[in-house]
């Protein structure tokens, strides 16, 4: 759509600027200031320069949320988008039972993220719920709250349960958009099942699960709630993500310097990784 | 390539059809020609999409047969058929390029990558699509699009048959004539049947050799553009094709003479014996209602010009007709007498002309 | 092969029930039941979780909370954004471009980081422990992406119709209210459904933000769960409860939820 030049309009963003300046610009200058002084308590203050950051960079102790939180991002991503593109190609189209699928598809995202969190915790546990239960009845010597493969099949198992339908959601809006005579023009050329999919279905997906893996990929560095509530970032810290560890440092700890550097660290990684992948994913749709 | 014959054929959308209204398409029994320019003409939701997708293959049909030559394929799937179709909407392979949509029925159909070049190629110099061959098909305009949509259907050799669905619906104006000239052109060269589904009668008559009237579910008439205009069937032909539409006038049927309010007329077609019963009109042209010396008087409405010739309604024994009059003509503006040529004059039983299907 | 396809949402759908009946018929036993003998489904079934909750304020008032800040910061957000969505669909300006980007940066910041800052804000202006805290805080995420959904559902309103509202002699405001805004309710019900989703589910901001008079229903469940021991019962059907406005809200905007997120554009 051609837009006209208004200055003017700069009046109509006012109101959301306002919002969002006093809610982002603010305590992001509050972070930024902390992160470069240092504190002995009676809120006295010195500048202390980067050697926040340095030693943030440095510690082997954030390498391995980091590296903790690539592997959880990179899992549930790896599940998540197949698995959701795959139930959304199987959904039927129109009817009845599209209404009951959508509903019942949505409810997880519904629930508060704690909720999310203890229901999983309930769920799992061995002595008592349901899936640990069934799980070391089967045989299985399942126990969350000890074992770290356990511990992080559970984490993941609750991320593809809540999140999954997102994703669905967002290839099926994709698909319902793909008229019948692209379905038939492919019958007809006598195209298989693959290339319906790889020529016709993906590229009408593709915008959609752009914005899919960019939001999960997003909510998925940003999590806390639901794990603190499922295993506390245990056992040990075995499942301790970057924002567990940040608070564990920022109020268990009190150190408000290296946990002030490391959200901007943290905050800066989310924010170059979305716009590599922003770029890479529309890069095409301009040539 | 071979004949296409359908037969006894019906459908419904509905699993259990019970009124007639249930049926989008009635018992019908047509052929198409090898080779043919098909058109099939009608209004919509007159049931010629389904047709159409009956005969490609994407419907299957609640009764009757499809037969290509003696074959029955009536339970084959499309890419079984050798049947190419064009959409309404252009259907393109966005992500490829205008060679790679070409090729790509071939490449399904497991045709070595040696033929593929050459035969792409022919077809996009029929299609006017060379220069365009290395870009990507999203870029495309409409008419392009649908260049790309007719080469895919003609790129494979094995085709029977390649089915228009309103294929000029988004093409702008100025294009369509462009667009249709090449069609009729592609038809001499690759003698293949099509068949073209429109409303428009223009794109109908100017394409092909042998026009299918549909209306409500029902071939009323099948025959070449100048049948259609001289000797229409139903009523319903004699209102859809013609600008303006047939003048049908009520009438009554009293000891084998047409009467319309006392007056007597002379039909082309025989009249029946007697007192029938049944809802009778007479149908005549407004080409061929003269302003005569003797004849029906009858009182001047309005007078349109029309360029070559002027359009005048004029009210005829309480009936509002029209009549085309030529340029030099003078029409008195107190009013005027009416001949009814009786070659041109027909009866209506219930729509059908009589002596012929009733 | 076709006909078999219908199982696959079955599965997914069954596999996504299972977590949330074990939580519902956790809340109609009791805590002996729970500990005691592994049921699948409750002996005796009772409704004493329920009634703890709804005759203890401490409890109940966590809703009356919870919904109060969610539907003031879905109300907040959606009518901030409308102008703005209006300006970034219709106008050039400068620095559209990077403003649109940088509202969605906000999108990306972690609660998690901001959640000691804003503490010592919403103190330091006087707002802690209310609903109106937590409803701006939320505006922090909710705001752009609801410019981001409105700005796509405008964009699909062609510009002729504002073009033809001025001629016909409408004042800016007039056909805003009364032309533009009804023909994208589809777009504002979407916009607010995620608004209130996203508020809904968010706790670590609303928890930290409030103390007793505004704290949130899914705080409170944490509180009670650890405080006096393993209420498991009573964790369960609080839980159970929260579920319920989620699934009331889905329900009425089932029919938009698909287009909702393809109209967003990237």
């Given at each position: 759509m051609n837009k006209t030049l208004n200055q003017k309009a700069w009046f109509f963003v006012i109101p959301v600027l306002v919002l969002v300046a006093f809610n982002a610009i603010v305590p992001l200058m509050t972070v930024v200031n902390y992160s470069v002084q240092e504190t002995f308590g009676n809120n006295q203050f010195f500048w202390s320069g980067l050697t926040w950051f340095q030693e943030i960079l440095r510690s082997e102790r954030f390498h391995a949320s980091l590296q903790r939180q690539l592997i959880f991002t990179g899992s549930i991503l790896a599940i998540e988008v197949p698995l959701g593109v795959m139930i959304a190609l199987a959904m039927p189209?129109?009817?009845?039972?599209?209404?009951?699928?959508?509903?019942?598809?949505?409810?997880?995202?519904?629930?508060?993220?704690?909720?999310?969190?203890?229901?999983?915790?309930?769920?799992?546990?061995?002595?008592?719920?349901?899936?640990?239960?069934?799980?070391?009845?089967?045989?299985?010597?399942?126990?969350?709250?000890?074992?770290?493969?356990?511990?992080?099949?559970?984490?993941?198992?609750?991320?593809?349960?809540?999140?999954?339908?997102?994703?669905?959601?967002?290839?099926?809006?994709?698909l319902v958009s793909i008229p019948d005579a692209y379905y038939q023009a492919a019958k007809i050329d006598g195209a298989s099942r693959w290339a319906v999919f790889r020529y016709i279905q993906l590229p009408k997906m593709k915008r959609v699960l752009t914005i899919a893996i960019l939001l999960r990929f997003m909510d998925s560095f940003n999590i806390y709630t639901e794990p603190v509530v499922l295993t506390g970032g245990g056992p040990g810290n075995s499942t301790t993500l970057l924002s567990i560890d940040l608070v564990k440092i920022a109020l268990g700890q009190f150190d408000l310097g290296p946990a002030a550097a490391m959200s901007l660290i943290y905050f800066l990684i989310i924010l170059l990784l979305s716009w590599i992948f922003y770029t890479v994913m529309t890069r095409n749709e301009d040539q | 390539m071979a004949k296409i014959t359908l037969s006894k054929l019906k459908h419904s959308y509905l699993p259990d059809p019970v009124s007639p209204d249930d049926w989008a398409?009635?018992?019908?029994?047509?052929?198409?020609?090898?080779?043919?320019?098909?058109?099939?003409?009608?209004?919509?939701?007159?049931?010629?999409?389904?047709?159409?997708?009956?005969?490609?293959?994407?419907?299957?049909?609640?009764?009757?047969?499809?037969?290509?030559?003696?074959?029955?394929?009536?339970?084959?799937?499309?890419?079984?058929?050798?049947?190419?179709?064009?959409?309404?909407?252009?259907?393109?392979?966005?992500?490829?390029?205008?060679?790679?949509?070409?090729?790509?029925?071939?490449?399904?159909?497991?045709?070595?990558?040696?033929?593929?070049?050459?035969?792409?190629?022919?077809?996009?110099?029929?299609?006017?699509?060379?220069?365009?061959?290395?870009?990507?098909?999203?870029?495309?305009?409409?008419?392009?699009?649908?260049?790309?949509?007719?080469?895919?259907?003609?790129?494979?050799?094995?085709?029977?048959?390649?089915?228009?669905?309103?294929?000029?619906?988004?093409?702008?104006?100025?294009?369509?004539?462009?667009?249709?000239?090449?069609?009729?052109?592609?038809?001499?060269?690759?003698?293949?049947?099509?068949?073209?589904?429109?409303?428009?009668?223009?794109?109908?008559?100017?394409?092909?050799?042998?026009?299918?009237?549909?209306?409500?579910?029902?071939?009323?008439?099948?025959?070449?553009?100048?049948?259609?205009?001289?000797?229409?069937?139903?009523?319903?032909?004699?209102?859809?094709?013609?600008?303006p539409g047939m003048n049908v006038i009520p009438c009554s049927v009293e000891n084998g003479h047409v009467v319309v309010d006392g007056v007597i007329f002379r039909t082309q077609n025989d009249v029946p014996q007697g007192n029938p019963k049944g809802t009778f009109e007479i149908g005549i042209r407004p080409e061929f209602l003269k302003i005569a010396d003797i004849g029906v008087p009858a009182t001047v409405n309005s007078v349109a010009d029309a360029g070559r010739f002027r359009i005048a309604e004029v009210t005829c024994l309480g009936h509002s007709l029209k009549l085309l009059v030529p340029e030099d003509q003078e029409i008195p503006a107190d009013g005027?007498?009416?001949?009814?040529?009786?070659?041109?004059?027909?009866?209506?039983?219930?729509?059908?002309?009589?002596?012929?299907?009733? | 092969m076709i006909r078999m396809r219908w199982l696959v949402p079955t599965f997914y759908i069954l596999f996504l029930m299972l977590p949330i009946y074990w939580l519902v018929s956790m809340s109609f036993k009791t805590t002996n039941e729970i500990l005691g003998a592994f049921t699948l489904w409750p002996q005796n079934p009772t409704l004493a979780n329920y009634r703890t909750i709804f005759t203890d304020p401490s409890w109940y008032m966590g809703y009356v909370n919870s919904i109060s800040y969610v539907t003031l910061n879905t109300v907040?957000?959606?009518?901030?954004?409308?102008?703005?969505?209006?300006?970034?669909?219709?106008?050039?300006?400068?620095?559209?471009?990077?403003?649109?980007?940088?509202?969605?940066?906000?999108?990306?910041?972690?609660?998690?980081?901001?959640?000691?800052?804003?503490?010592?804000?919403?103190?330091?202006?006087?707002?802690?422990?209310?609903?109106?805290?937590?409803?701006?805080?939320?505006?922090?995420?909710?705001?752009?992406?609801?410019?981001?959904?409105?700005?796509?559902?405008?964009?699909?309103?062609?510009?002729?119709?504002?073009?033809?509202?001025?001629?016909?002699?409408?004042?800016?405001?007039?056909?805003?209210?009364?032309?533009?805004?009804?023909?994208?309710?589809?777009?504002?019900?979407?916009?607010?459904?995620?608004?209130?989703?996203?508020?809904?589910?968010?706790?670590?901001?609303?928890?930290?933000?409030?103390?007793?008079?505004?704290?949130?229903?899914?705080?409170?469940?944490?509180?009670?769960?650890?405080?006096?021991?393993?209420?498991?019962?009573?964790?369960?059907?609080?839980?159970?409860?929260?579920?319920?406005?989620?699934?009331?809200?889905?329900?009425?905007?089932?029919?938009?939820?698909?287009?909702?997120?393809?109209?967003?554009?990237?």
């Open positions: 189209r129109k009817g009845f039972w599209v209404s009951v699928c959508l509903v019942l598809m949505a409810m997880p995202l519904l629930i508060p993220w704690n909720v999310v969190g203890a229901m999983w915790n309930i769920f799992a546990l061995p002595n008592i719920g349901l899936m640990g239960k069934m799980l070391n009845d089967w045989g299985f010597d399942y126990n969350y709250t000890r074992q770290v493969g356990d511990a992080w099949f559970t984490l993941i198992l609750m991320d593809v349960w809540h999140w999954t339908s997102l994703v669905v959601l967002l290839a099926y809006a994709g | 398409l009635k018992e019908l029994n047509l052929e198409w020609q090898d080779g043919g320019a098909y058109a099939l003409l009608g209004p919509s939701g007159c049931g010629k999409t389904t047709l159409l997708n009956i005969i490609s293959g994407l419907l299957k049909p609640s009764h009757g047969k499809v037969l290509f030559g003696t074959d029955d394929v009536t339970d084959l799937p499309p890419e079984k058929r050798h049947i190419a179709q064009v959409f309404q909407f252009p259907v393109v392979y966005d992500t490829m390029t205008v060679f790679d949509n070409l090729a790509f029925p071939l490449r399904n159909r497991g045709v070595a990558e040696s033929k593929v070049r050459p035969r792409v190629e022919q077809i996009a110099g029929m299609t006017d699509l060379t220069d365009m061959l290395n870009t990507r098909a999203s870029g495309l305009t409409a008419d392009g699009k649908q260049k790309i949509s007719l080469g895919r259907g003609l790129v494979r050799e094995d085709v029977n048959a390649i089915l228009f669905d309103e294929p000029l619906t988004v093409i702008d104006p100025h294009l369509k004539f462009q667009l249709r000239s090449k069609l009729k052109e592609l038809h001499h060269r690759v003698p293949k049947t099509m068949i073209y589904v429109t409303h428009d009668q223009t794109e109908a008559l100017t394409f092909a050799d042998t026009v299918v009237v549909m209306n409500m579910g029902e071939v009323v008439q099948t025959g070449t553009p100048e049948e259609l205009f001289e000797n229409p069937q139903h009523t319903f032909v004699g209102h859809f094709i013609g600008s005027v007498v009416l001949d009814f040529d009786p070659n041109w004059t027909r009866l209506y039983r219930n729509g059908w002309l009589t002596g012929g299907k009733d | 907040i957000s959606v009518s901030a954004a409308l102008p703005a969505a209006y300006a970034f669909s219709r106008y050039r300006f400068l620095g559209d471009k990077h403003l649109f980007f940088w509202l969605l940066t906000n999108r990306m910041a972690p609660a998690a980081v901001f959640a000691l800052p804003f503490f010592q804000l919403y103190s330091a202006i006087g707002l802690f422990d209310t609903y109106l805290a937590v409803a701006l805080a939320h505006t922090l995420f909710n705001v752009p992406l609801a410019v981001w959904i409105l700005e796509g559902f405008m964009s699909g309103v062609p510009k002729q119709l504002d073009e033809t509202a001025y001629i016909d002699g409408y004042s800016f405001w007039r056909f805003f209210t009364r032309i533009f805004i009804p023909t994208i309710k589809a777009g504002i019900g979407v916009a607010a459904f995620f608004c209130f989703m996203f508020s809904w589910v968010e706790l670590l901001l609303a928890k930290t933000l409030t103390a007793v008079a505004a704290k949130p229903i899914a705080a409170t469940m944490t509180k009670t769960a650890s405080s006096s021991g393993y209420e498991l019962g009573l964790l369960a059907a609080a839980g159970t409860l929260t579920i319920i406005p989620g699934a009331i809200v889905i329900y009425f905007v089932r029919n938009y939820i698909a287009k909702g997120f393809a109209l967003g554009r990237v």
